[in-house]
Antibody, heavy 123, light 108 residues
Framework: EVQLVQSGAEVKKAGESLKISCKGSGYRFPKYWVGWVRQMPGKGLEWMGIIYPDDSDTKYSPSFQGQVTISVDKSISTAYLQWNSLKASDTAMYYC????????????????WGQGALVTVSS | SYELTQPPSVSVSPGQTARITCSGDALPKQYVYWYQQKPGQAPVVVIVKDSERPSGIPERFSGSSSGTTVTLTISGVQAEDEADYYCQSPDSSGTYWVFGGGTKLTVL
């Protein structure tokens, strides 16, 4: 069974750093892009960026470029989302998700999602 | 940056047809994907490539496209369809993806 399991909820202070994780299982992790999506409280979904585990090719939304870092360790089938200095406005649920793909190639949507990780940042 | 526009809310009675639109300049060139999100849950894709239903999605969900607007149609709406619906598509160059603002479907 394909699964994406995210790290747990975090409570941090503004200015602190944070790295959350997303571990894939049940499929060939290096060959599927993994993306991150933000959902602020009571708000909509925002696409943050995506990484290809096999070669670490990474693409960011212009809105999140320079604000976060997406990385991966394919040896342990885990993708990461990292902040160097959190702000209160980073308080949100963060989802990782797998980009759909088959033998024909990759498709521009997410077919499997993690359970989400709630990040709360106090000022 | 690129934007997709959805109506904030749509309300229908059970058994009626709900239509949710999504507009964007790049939609003639890029497919749209629709997700359903229920409270406290991760999103689930219900329509891919404008109009295809993934396996396991009920036949009452369908999609169509015309120019810069795509439409998610839910025929014979059921109470369980009450959720937020998001369209998603890449920008014109395919460099990054964007979600629409979301539409809350209320079943009266």
């Amino acid at each position: 069974e394909v699964q994406l399991v995210q790290s747990g909820a975090e409570v941090k202070k503004a200015g602190e750093s944070l790295k959350i994780s997303c571990k894939g299982s049940g499929y060939r992790f290096p060959k599927y892009w993994v993306g991150w999506v933000r959902q602020m409280p009571g708000k909509g979904l925002e696409w943050m960026g995506i990484i290809y585990p096999d070669d670490s090719d990474t693409k960011y939304s212009p809105s999140f470029q320079g604000q976060v870092t997406i990385s991966v360790d394919k040896s342990i089938s885990t993708a990461y989302l990292q902040w160097n200095s959190l702000k209160a406005s980073d308080t949100a649920m963060y989802y990782c998700a797998r980009r759909a793909a088959d033998s024909s190639g990759s498709y521009n949507y997410f077919d499997r999602w993690g359970q989400g990780a709630l990040v709360t940042v106090s000022s | 940056s690129y934007e997709l526009t959805q109506p904030p809310s749509v309300s229908v009675s059970p058994g009626q047809t709900a239509r949710i639109t999504c507009s964007g300049d790049a939609l003639p060139k890029q497919y749209v994907y629709w997700y359903q999100q229920k409270p406290g849950q991760a999103p689930v894709v219900v329509i891919v490539k404008d109009s295809e239903r993934p396996s396991g999605i009920p036949e009452r969900f369908s999609g169509s496209s015309s120019g810069t607007t795509v439409t998610l149609t839910i025929s014979g709406v059921q109470a369980e369809d009450e959720a937020d619906y998001y369209c998603q598509s890449p920008d014109s160059s395919g460099t990054y993806w964007v979600f629409g603002g979301g539409t809350k479907l209320t079943v009266l």
